[in-house]
């Protein structure tokens, strides 16, 4: 049997700007997804959601990587069973993880010789795949880990500080929202243009504040940040609640991160305030997970 693991990312600074080629910073966080693989006679699929054979319902993206590989090198079955600890559909790459976690256990398992280059952009087609769309960043950061700048994949220097992410358990569309901020760049061309492009020059000054470890200045320009996300238009009452909250609580910064909407928050902390800021995001409605950046992106474990 093969395990093989991938991990969530968040952003600290970018969401919805990189859709138009601004820059963006993105970190692969120790929430993991895992995979086991094994030989068997029938193709299993086995998560909490249930056990199916192929089933583009249930387990789309891991049916989609069983098919892809099997014409591509045939066997006869595996069993594939996945546990996960990072919450679906809530802005933190669940399905890029789960994706590239499968494609690296089927090349353990087969031997298939594929880098991490290759397990990214084939862990980014399965996405577009069974999307219709989607950003290649959530794979490439899955796959390869830490602190990375987009568009340029440079990687940087991660923060040494806790992030207590805060998810809302409310449901959000990337596409809608996505298709919201362009429809608001459509009739405000002169408004919307400017403040996506000031969310990008956040994201190049967080580079530097990254790199001299001032995490005072990235977490107040991380709250500028979330200032333009909801000039755009993607807030919400339970994620400002969860923002605000952590500030209170002593967070040096706090955002959305991913679509927004719903979804998750994120809140770069210092050690001593962590356990203030997940009680507030509690009380505030919302459930925290704290973690940190990692280097492990996928892996055999
Ligand atoms: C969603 O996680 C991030 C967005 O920028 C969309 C994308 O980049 O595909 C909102």
Redesign the pocket.
């Known amino acids: 049997m093969i395990t093989c693991s991938a991990p969530a990312?968040v952003?600290l600074f970018?969401?919805?700007?990189?859709?138009y080629n601004e820059s963006?910073i993105c970190c692969a966080v120790n929430i993991r997804t895992r995979v086991n693989i094994e030989y068997s006679e029938n193709i299993v699929i086995n998560s909490s959601l249930g056990t199916t054979g192929i089933d583009y319902e249930i387990h789309p993206y891991v049916s989609a990587v069983v098919d892809k590989i099997r014409k591509k090198s045939p066997y006869r079955g595996v069993s594939i069973s996945i546990e996960s600890d990072i919450p679906v559909g809530s802005?933190l790459?669940s399905s890029a993880a789960v994706v590239v976690a499968t494609i690296c256990a089927f090349n353990n398992l087969l031997k298939l010789g594929m880098d991490k280059e290759s397990i990214a952009s084939f862990g980014h087609s399965i996405e577009k795949e069974i999307q219709g769309?989607?950003?290649a960043?959530?794979t490439y950061v899955s796959t390869m880990g830490g602190t990375v700048a987009i568009p340029a994949r440079r990687h940087l220097k991660n923060p040494l500080c806790n992030l207590v992410i805060g998810n809302t358990n409310v449901f959000s569309s990337?596409g809608q929202?996505?298709a919201k901020?362009a429809s608001l760049k459509n009739i405000y061309p002169e408004v919307i243009t400017p403040i996506l492009s000031t969310i990008g020059k956040a994201s190049l000054r967080g580079e530097s504040l990254l790199e001299n470890e001032d995490y005072r200045a990235l977490g107040e320009l991380m709250n500028v940040n979330q200032g333009l996300l909801e000039a755009i238009g993607?807030g919400c009452d339970e994620l400002s609640r969860l923002i605000h909250s952590s500030r209170t609580a002593g967070a040096l910064g706090a955002k959305i991160?991913?679509?927004?909407g719903g979804g998750c928050m994120v809140a770069l902390a210092e050690n001593e305030n962590i356990d203030a800021i997940s009680r507030e995001i509690k009380n505030a409605g919302g459930i925290p997970i704290v973690t940190g950046v990692t280097d492990s992106g996928v892996r055999v474990d």
């Open positions: 990312k952003y970018g969401e919805h700007a990189v859709v963006a802005g790459g769309a989607a950003s960043t959530d990337t929202l996505v901020v993607v991160t991913g679509a927004g």
